[in-house]
């Protein structure tokens, strides 16, 4: 049999930054989904993946922390494929008693009718005290009082044998501002997903292993035009499913080359908004063989295009322009070939 090279990309939607698709409660699934119908594996995280109540997972599908996912960009860690991690929950001390229940009864009903491996839960030592902020370019980010008491309880949860950690911190409701107005009818920007990223990137950051976040809030009042994009969060009590779901089969992290995992000289295409190119992530796959792809549909409230950063990217007005183009480069077919507009040959 012929080795053939399986195709693997990044899907990257930053978080916290109003995108127009991927800053919502799971609006950017169907396109994980359809990408990856399209690669043999594909690399994405849980702004991308989570919808709250609602979820879908896929064998090729790597859910993969933020903090993570620029280590992995960098080459300094590799992804190591899992059956099932153990996962522990920490609940922050913060969440009353009633909400902290709702919170255990998803686990329960996540374990009974899903199957995930959830093994203990702990309540931090004292409140998160987590707090919202707003960059001047208008992107969400925020603050953790007592990063210290996470720390600790992480700590134990993982001398306990647990290999992946989902965390529930209390966020200050504010049904009546006008954000979440705008965020609830299909504008603005996600207030909560800076200050989710801070305390997931603190944890992976200290521990290497997967990591995702669902915030605790009081269920908001009904609001009959509510945008479909952000629908999903409006049901249930929490927003924890669709993290356990993710950090079920999540790979784990390694820093060994010899390991059978899966590396950044392994991606064949990255694929982002137009105008998100300057993370980390992006930057270092700038400096690599893998294909940048930048979709003009998806606007968000950042201005940093890829061309000032030398950045020479294929750039395509979809998602599902950018899969076609996806499609060609698995197949072997330069992507120009397609258009009637294929340039002679050049002398260089």
């Known amino acids: 049999m012929l080795y053939k090279k399986p195709y693997c990309a990044v899907l990257i939607v930053p978080t916290g930054v109003g995108a127009s698709i991927g800053g919502y409660a799971g609006d950017a699934l169907p396109v994980a989904r359809a990408m990856g119908q399209v690669c043999d594996r594909l690399v994405t995280h849980p702004n991308v993946m989570n919808g709250a109540s609602l979820y879908w997972s896929g064998d090729n599908i790597d859910y993969v922390e933020g903090y993570a996912l620029d280590k992995f960009a960098g080459g300094a860690w590799g992804l190591k494929s899992v059956h099932q991690n153990r996962i522990g929950v920490i609940l922050d001390q913060a969440i009353e008693p009633e909400l902290r229940h709702r919170h255990l009864q998803a686990v329960d009903a996540l374990r009974a009718t899903v199957g995930i491996n959830v093994r203990d839960y702990i309540v931090t030592d004292a409140p998160l005290d987590v707090e919202l902020r707003v960059a001047d370019s208008g992107a969400s980010w925020g603050t953790i009082g007592n990063p210290d008491s996470l720390l600790r309880a992480g700590e134990k949860l993982i001398?306990?044998?647990?290999?992946?950690?989902?965390?529930?911190?209390?966020?200050?409701?504010?049904s009546?501002?006008?954000?979440?107005?705008?965020?609830?009818?299909?504008?603005?920007?996600?207030a909560l997903a800076g200050a989710e990223a801070?305390?997931?990137?603190?944890?992976?950051?200290?521990?290497?292993?997967?990591?995702?976040?669902?915030?605790?809030?009081?269920?908001?009042?009904?609001?009959?035009?509510?945008?479909?994009?952000a629908a999903a969060e409006e049901l249930g009590y929490t927003f924890l499913p669709c993290v356990l779901v993710g950090l079920n089969k999540a790979p784990q992290f390694t820093q060994e080359k010899n390991s059978p995992s899966l590396w950044a000289e392994d991606i064949d295409a990255l694929i982002i908004p137009h105008h998100a190119c300057g993370g980390s992530a992006t930057l270092s796959f700038a400096h690599s063989h893998t294909q940048i792809i930048v979709v003009e549909d998806n606007e968000t409230i950042i201005k940093v295009p890829p061309e000032p950063l030398s950045i020479k990217p294929i750039r395509v007005k979809s998602y599902l322009e950018a899969i076609g183009v996806m499609v060609a480069h698995k197949a072997g077919i330069n992507f120009s070939s397609l258009t009637s507009e294929t340039p002679k040959t050049r002398e260089n």
């Open 159 to 174: 001398s306990q044998g647990i290999n992946a950690i989902a965390v529930v911190a209390r966020f200050a409701d504010d």
């Open 176 to 190: 009546d501002s006008q954000a979440l107005t705008d965020y609830r009818h299909g504008s603005g920007v996600d």
């Open 198 to 229: 801070v305390i997931s990137h603190l944890l992976v950051r200290e521990f290497q292993i997967p990591c995702a976040h669902a915030p605790a809030l009081s269920p908001l009042p009904l609001d009959i035009d509510i945008s479909p994009r």
